[in-house]
């Protein structure tokens, strides 16, 4: 799951969970990642205590650049986060009206294909969901458009810098 902010031409904020327990706080500004990765997310990678107990609810910071991120910062971007989505071919698509979070919208389906797209049904619509059904799939919801929102780092006293562990 992805709950995260973009800002256009400055990066992003949020969280991302491989499961429930298994998470990381993400923080993309510029060329710097901040990553703060939950207790279980460590556990799951096998990190001993001593090193869990210095990394504990700090932040590392990386440059967008680093292996470790890869594609992280991909997500930062829209054309990156739907770059993700499988493309369609050809031409032929239904619209049908239908009701997403309480408000009207239009479905898109394409023939042969699961995956769908809701946009907002009024005067300037707007894209709200594209999902893809299945086992490898998922789905991406677009909400609070053009709310304000501020990409801050982390305090330095909560961050930790990855180049002193050759990140």
Not at 60 to 83: A, E, P, Q, R, Y
């Amino acid at each position: 799951m992805f709950d995260l902010s973009l800002v256009r031409g400055r990066g992003c904020q949020g969280t991302l969970s491989m499961s429930k327990a298994q998470t990381f706080r993400l923080i993309y500004l510029g060329n710097t990642v901040w990553m703060r990765p939950s207790d279980a997310f460590y556990a799951s990678l096998g990190t001993n205590k001593a090193a869990l107990s210095l990394l504990k609810g700090k932040y590392i910071k990386v440059k967008s650049t680093d292996s470790l991120v890869g594609n992280i910062s991909d997500l930062c971007t829209l054309s990156g986060l739907l770059g993700t989505v499988a493309p369609t071919s050809g031409r032929s698509f239904a619209a049908v009206t239908a009701t997403y979070a309480g408000q009207p919208v239009i479905k898109m389906t394409q023939p042969d294909h699961a995956g769908f797209v809701y946009v907002s049904d009024t005067a300037r619509p707007v894209l709200l969901l594209v999902t893809e059904p299945g086992r490898s799939g998922g789905s991406i919801a677009f909400t609070n458009y053009n709310a304000a929102v501020t990409i801050t780092p982390p305090p330095a006293a909560q961050t930790i810098d990855g180049s002193q562990f050759g990140l």
